[in-house]
């Protein structure tokens, strides 16, 4: 049970930084967007 609980746990953590990673890329992409206009 608590291997189990481990797991889910580092999968939640690691969707969440892919999350902000994701955040991130948009935001610099948008950045580049406006100052190509």
């Known amino acids: 049970l608590c ?7 580092t999968l939640a953590r ?3 930084g892919l999350q902000l990673r994701l955040e ?4 610099a992409y948008n ?3 406006f100052e190509i206009n």
């Open 24 to 27: 991130q890329f948009i935001l």
């Open 14 to 16: 690691g969707l969440s």
């Open 31 to 33: 950045l580049k967007y």
């Open 3 to 9: 291997s189990i609980f481990d797991i889910e746990q």
